[in-house]
């Protein structure tokens, strides 16, 4: 059985920097498109990130371009989300998802999620 967990999340000041890490258990990661989205209560879930199974291609949303930065590591089965100079509207619940399908998949296309981690950013 595939499990993600996620950890790292926290409550932040504006313009900290903050490091998400993804494990993955019960299946090699290495064939995996892995992505990152983030969820409020009032709203979808966002695509963030996502990285190609080979680590070769990534793929970001226009709000955190530059910002953020993925990345993964398959000898680990981790896969990473360095996020800086961080805003209010970043705070979110973030979660780590796999897909067999390309880099530019949606969200519907991921078939694996983790429970999530908080990230709460302060003004």
């Known amino acids: 059985q595939v499990h993600l967990v996620e950890s790292g999340g926290g409550l932040v000041q504006a313009g900290d920097s903050l490091t998400l890490t993804c494990v993955e258990s019960?299946?090699?990661?290495?064939?995996?498109?892995m992505g990152w989205f983030r969820q409020t209560p009032d709203r979808e879930r966002e695509f963030v990130a996502a990285?190609?199974?080979?680590?070769?291609?990534?793929k970001y949303g226009d709000s955190v371009k530059d910002r953020f930065s993925i990345s993964r590591d398959d000898a680990k089965s981790m896969v990473y989300l360095q996020m800086n100079h961080l805003k209010p509207d970043d705070t979110a619940r973030y979660y780590c998802?796999?897909?067999?399908?390309?880099?530019?998949?949606?969200?519907?296309?991921?078939?694996?999620w983790g429970p999530g981690t908080q990230v709460t950013v302060s003004s």
């Open positions: 998802g796999a897909t067999g399908a390309p880099l530019d998949s949606p969200r519907e296309r991921y078939i694996d």
């Open positions: 990285i190609s199974w080979n680590g070769v291609l990534t």
């Open positions: 019960g299946r090699p990661m290495s064939l995996w498109t």
